[in-house]
């Protein structure tokens, strides 16, 4: 059944792929962001420029969504900036669990479990969402485009019926550091 439920999930999140490759694409300028083993390294201050969601789900996207990423070979840390909340969310990166917790919408706290692992290029954080209203498993696929920008495509779907929620896109531009002398 487990190996069904990612099967369904892996061809719903490369149709989100597929809807976020259709993007514009800008201009390629920069490759630095490349490493020599083809995982790239997110690390950065990300800002959403363009979201995509399907057309029954939420809108995530309100013009103040940040990104502070830090990584190493091991981790991956993910601060997320939404107006006034902020949470940070740590994943290892050698396929063993993460716990993390993060206040949501309404202050309503949510409990993750999550496991991380690279398939080519790209990052893919499986992930089972705990609230009080019940539970929920997410994908996330992190990757970066030819520009370079950040691209984070979600599914979620309910745990009982393996009913797909909510699928969304997001695009991010890194912004540039700043010095403070």
Known sequence: MRSRKLSILSCCLLTVLGVAAAWSQPQVTDFSWI??????????????????????????????????????????????????RENE????????E??????????????YVSRAHWVEGALIIETTTTRPAGSFSTMRMYY?????????ARLASDIRSNQIMSIWAIAYEQQPERFVE
């Not at 969310?89 to 063993?96: A, C, E, F, R, T």
């Not at 970066?144 to 984070?152: A, C, E, M, Q, V």
């Open 35 to 84: 490493t020599s083993d083809s995982r790239p390294n997110f690390s950065g201050t990300w800002t959403a420029v363009e979201v995509r969601i399907d057309p029954d789900g939420w809108e995530p996207y309100d013009n103040d969504w940040t990104l502070v990423i830090t990584q190493d070979e091991s981790q991956l840390s993910v601060t997320e900036i939404i107006g006034d």
């Open 89 to 96: 969310l740590i994943y290892q990166l050698d396929g063993s």
């Open 98 to 111: 993460s716990h993390n917790e993060a206040v949501v919408g309404g202050g309503v706290i949510e409990s």
């Open 144 to 152: 970066r485009d030819l520009s370079g920008r950040l691209n984070i």
